[in-house]
């Protein structure tokens, strides 16, 4: 089973922690938000015990997202990249391929709610149209969504049409 990690970093260094969280729960790729950590430093923490992630970054990522994976990058392709989300087309061995998408949506201190719900209705059109585009529906959408679980931009069908797993 695959081991994701997502964290919001706050644009505060904490790769020593990222790097012992990874480690402690096997983690396959680990997600960050409002990361200023560089990738090298990240790096240097996270293989400190041996070699085993991957910067997963493009230059296209959006500002401050950060994903580094125990995948080479040709298993972890960029597939879109905008201000405030990325794509990524996982295509691991002998496992059904899937979509990573890892978001980080404007706060409740620079937009109004119904704004942020209009921003999940274009996040899942655009979701459904890579998955047809790639002919199944296994995606991943991990992140700082800057809503609260309930809103009508995370539950409407329109929306995100997220539910409790």
Known sequence: MLTFLF???NRQRREDIAAR????HQ???LMLAECSTPEGAMLRALNRKRVEFHDNGSPGTPRGIAIYSRFAGDLI???YDDARLTVRHLRLPARHD???GVVHLRSKLYQREDSQAFACVELSRMLDELERKLGHR???LAGDFNMNPFESGMVSAAGLNAVMD
């Open 98 to 100: 899937m979509l990573l």
């Open 27 to 29: 983690v396959d790729v």
């Open 77 to 79: 392709r960029p597939l």
């Open 21 to 24: 969280l990874a480690e402690r």
């Open 138 to 140: 296994r995606t991943i």
């Open 7 to 9: 964290w919001n970093l």
